[in-house]
């Protein structure tokens, strides 16, 4: 067995229980609201008008066309669509194929912990060493720390693995965080910049990418999720943006392991992004009002928001209110409050005796984020 350690997640461990206990379940990273109806024709056109059969390995060409315009557009970074883009049946399967094809025995892979549960794993699988790296925790959220990562990184370092917007924090890494990163890594280290949640920018701000930075665009690839941006995570299509040289390699593993994306999703999404190529700029101002939303319902409840910057989940502290370990706390909230919360400590390596700490997802309906906020303060006055 390559991974005897692990077992069933904490994401379907909690889901599971809010079912079972009939728990409003902001557990689980997915949305409450579907796709956009015209999205939902477009897949109907897809199944009726088009072939069935495998689509090119990389993904069809007018797709990595439409996706390298909206990049542009969006994040003034430019692609070529034949060497640099590639059509993917997830991120997550992006983020595993390209571990697979770029890191190996005697490689490290640095990770910044709390971490979401897919980047240990395909590390070991591609038989590399995971070294965890913590961000430091401050009184508002979490922050990098420098001194540490410098310390982590090392001759051996074959690529260190980032999410921003980030899961489960909300922290989103600036261009001066890239620059200081620039500054300090090995020349031979690679970035895998984990960017599902790049639609999602809740104050105004601009995303910032390693593909930003002239010395990091070579020896960085960045993972984007179709499923995360448009609300349907059950359709897994994502891409990996990268340099032909990384492209390359890439291509080489993902051809052995999935080979193609579905066909019908990918014709669906192209002509979605031909009839709406800006609906990704309302998902700022969309979830930052579920934000703010949330934020007020639970103020003054004994569980406080930490700061979110991006994504569409919260870390709220409940030190005031219970002195229990995350794990055992999130339990004891959807049996006894009805509300299905994620402990941090799951997300780091050897976990935490005591976080105070859980994720909230806010990918919910307004009347959905107002009953858990209410339950939740009703438990805590009991």
Not at 41 to 62: E, I
Not at 171 to 179: A, G
Not at 230 to 254: D, F, P, Q
Request: aromatic fraction near 10%; charge should be negative; include cysteine.
């Amino acid at each position: 067995m390559k991974l005897p350690s692990f077992g069933q997640s904490i994401f379907s461990e909690m889901t599971e229980l809010a079912h079972k206990q009939g728990a409003i379940n902001l557990a689980q990273g997915f949305p409450e609201f579907g796709p956009d109806p015209e999205l939902l024709q477009c897949f109907h056109h897809a199944l009726d008008a088009h072939s069935a059969q495998y689509a090119p390995m990389p993904g069809l060409l007018a797709l990595r066309e439409a996706i390298a315009q909206d990049q542009n557009r969006r994040n003034a970074l430019s692609y070529d669509a034949a060497s640099e883009v590639t059509v993917v049946a997830g991120a997550t399967l992006g983020i595993f194929s390209a571990l697979q094809a770029l890191c190996g025995p005697s490689d490290e892979v640095v990770i910044l912990e709390p971490a979401f549960d897919c980047y240990r794993p395909a590390v070991l699988m591609a038989g590399a060493k995971p070294i965890p790296l913590a961000l430091k925790r401050v009184q508002d959220g979490f922050q990098i720390d420098w001194p540490a990562l410098k310390s982590a990184l090392n001759s051996r370092t074959k690529a260190i693995l980032i999410n921003s917007p980030h899961n489960p924090t909300g922290m989103v890494w600036t261009i001066e965080d890239w620059e200081q990163l620039a500054r300090i890594l090995p020349k031979e280290t690679l970035v895998m910049s984990d960017e599902v949640y790049e639609a999602m920018m809740l104050d105004g701000q601009s995303l910032a990418s390693p593909h930003h930075l002239p010395e990091l665009r070579e020896r960085s690839l960045r993972f984007i999720s179709f499923g995360k941006t448009y609300h349907a995570t059950g359709w897994k299509l994502g891409a990996v943006l990268a340099s032909a040289r990384c492209t390359s390699m890439l291509r080489n593993a993902y051809q052995f392991i999935a080979f193609s994306a579905s066909i019908p999703t990918q014709y669906a999404l192209l002509e979605f992004m031909k009839l709406r190529p800006h609906y990704p700029d309302r998902l700022g101002e969309f979830f930052k009002a579920k934000r703010d939303l949330l934020r007020a319902e639970l103020e003054g409840s004994g569980f406080r928001p930490l700061s979110t910057q991006g994504g569409y989940f919260m870390m709220v502290d409940y030190s005031e209110t219970s002195s229990l370990p995350d794990r055992e706390m999130a339990t004891l909230l959807t049996i006894e409050a009805g509300v299905a919360t994620i402990p941090l400590s799951p997300f780091y390596q050897g976990g935490l005796v005591q976080s105070g700490l859980l994720r909230l997802c806010f990918a919910k309906e307004e009347a959905t984020l107002r009953e858990a906020s209410q339950r939740l303060r009703v438990w805590a006055g009991r």
